[in-house]
Every structure is written in structure tokens, then in C-alpha cells.
């Protein structure tokens, strides 16, 4: 594993490359640890040379499924029953700090994408 700092737009499409690559590593494996270090460094930069602004948390979540490509269903572990999956992708249902961590640790949602709707 080399890593080196993202310092332009083409290292970081260079850093997303590769974060492709090893984004489903298993935890504990060298891959794992350098996706978490990909994602530090990506983050890092984004918040540096772009102004997202706040994210909206479902936005950021129906983003995630996109990518991954999940479904409802697959969201109950960090969210809950299908009813509170619905509730919560529809936006009559809050985020609560428990459902925060769990798509932060299970899905890697930035919290700062999450944190937007907790009350």
C-alpha cells in the first residue's frame, strides 16, 4: 500500500480509483485499513478545495444505495423495520443518533451528511 497526499483533481480521481477498488474490503485486512486512510485523505481534500454545504441526510443515504446498489430492505439493519425504512426514506421520520451511527459504521455515510436531520 502506497499512499501519497492528494495535492489536485487528478490525484484525488486517482485516489477515487483505487477507493473503488478496496471500498468492500473485509474489516481487519490491509485493504480495510487503506480504504479508511483513501477516505480520510478524500474527505480531507474535498473539505479544503469544495463547498458542498450541509447534505441532506436522505439525499445522502438514497446516494449511498445508489452506489452500492441497495435496496429499502437492505437498509433495515442500520435503520430499522421496513415501516421505519420507509418513514425515514420519505422523510416523516427523523434520524435518530442510534440509526447515525449505524449507517456511519455499516454504509460509511460521512456524519456530517447524517447529521443534518438529527434532533
Not at 420507509?86 to 460509511?108: I, T
Amino acid at each position: 500500500m502506497t499512499i501519497k497526499p492528494i495535492r489536485n483533481d487528478e490525484n484525488l480521481r486517482r485516489a477515487f480509483r483505487r477507493l473503488e477498488k478496496v471500498f468492500q474490503a473485509e474489516e481487519g485486512t490491509p485493504q480495510a485499513d487503506e480504504r479508511d486512510v483513501l477516505v480520510t485523505l478524500i474527505e480531507a481534500y474535498e473539505n479544503k478545495h469544495y463547498d458542498f454545504g450541509p447534505s441532506d441526510p436522505v439525499e445522502a443515504i438514497k446516494f449511498r444505495m445508489e452506489q452500492e446498489g441497495l435496496t429499502p430492505r437492505d437498509l433495515e439493519p442500520y435503520i430499522g423495520q421496513s415501516g421505519r425504512v420507509s418513514e425515514v426514506l420519505n422523510r416523516k421520520r427523523p434520524l435518530s443518533l442510534r440509526m447515525v451511527k449505524r449507517l456511519h459504521d455499516g454504509l460509511k455515510i460521512p456524519y456530517e451528511s447524517l447529521m443534518a436531520g438529527v434532533q
